[in-house]
């Protein structure tokens, strides 16, 4: 989206930049009028409630959905044996126990069909039709097996 606010974020820190580019589009295409400093602050609240609810949500043990993008979920990472050479640079082990990292919880993105395409540079449209025709085809196969099993 163009910048049709008037007002430019700093480029000293890709991170926030991203951030509040993302504020301005939001302002822009909800026809929110800036603060009085010219600053996106209803934009950054948007954004602020979005992620404590996705945050909240995987917390709970939740998938979080978004239609035509993809769905975060929280899987538990075991532990795994690490590998000395990994630690300390060196070759050999330092200790003839093995070292363990800990267990821990990791959120994972499956993207959707339409963000696939989007990405991949086919017509989103044309992929989800064609996702959707393979699904019912495949669930009119399981009909028809249900039905010669009677």
């Given amino acids: 989206?163009?910048?049709?606010?008037?007002?430019?974020?700093s480029s000293h820190c890709k991170r926030?930049?991203?951030w509040t580019q993302l504020a301005l589009d939001l302002h822009e295409l909800l026809d929110i009028p800036l603060s009085k400093t010219r600053r996106?602050?209803?934009?950054?609240t948007i954004i602020r409630?979005?992620?404590?609810?996705?945050?909240?949500?995987?917390?709970?043990?939740?998938?979080?959905?978004?239609?035509s993008f993809g769905t975060f979920a929280v899987i538990e990472k075991p532990p795994r044996?690490?590998?000395?050479?990994?630690?300390?640079?060196?070759?050999?082990?330092l200790s003839r126990q093995p070292w363990?990292?800990?267990?821990?919880?990791?959120v994972v993105f499956k993207p959707g069909v339409t963000l696939r395409a989007m990405v991949e540079g086919d017509n989103p449209s044309y992929s989800v039709r064609k996702h959707l025709r393979n699904v019912a085809a495949y669930n009119q196969r399981q009909?028809?097996?249900g039905s010669n099993e009677d």
Avoid: W
Wanted: charged share 15%.
């Fill in 81 to 93: 044996k690490l590998h000395a050479r990994i630690l300390s640079g060196t070759p050999f082990m």
């Fill in 143 to 145: 009909m028809m097996k």
């Fill in 100 to 106: 363990y990292s800990q267990a821990h919880k990791a």
């Fill in 1 to 9: 989206m163009g910048n049709k606010t008037g007002y430019y974020p």
């Fill in 49 to 67: 409630a979005i992620r404590h609810a996705m945050t909240q949500a995987l917390r709970r043990g939740d998938y979080v959905t978004i239609q």
């Fill in 16 to 18: 926030d930049s991203f």
């Fill in 40 to 44: 996106p602050t209803a934009g950054y």
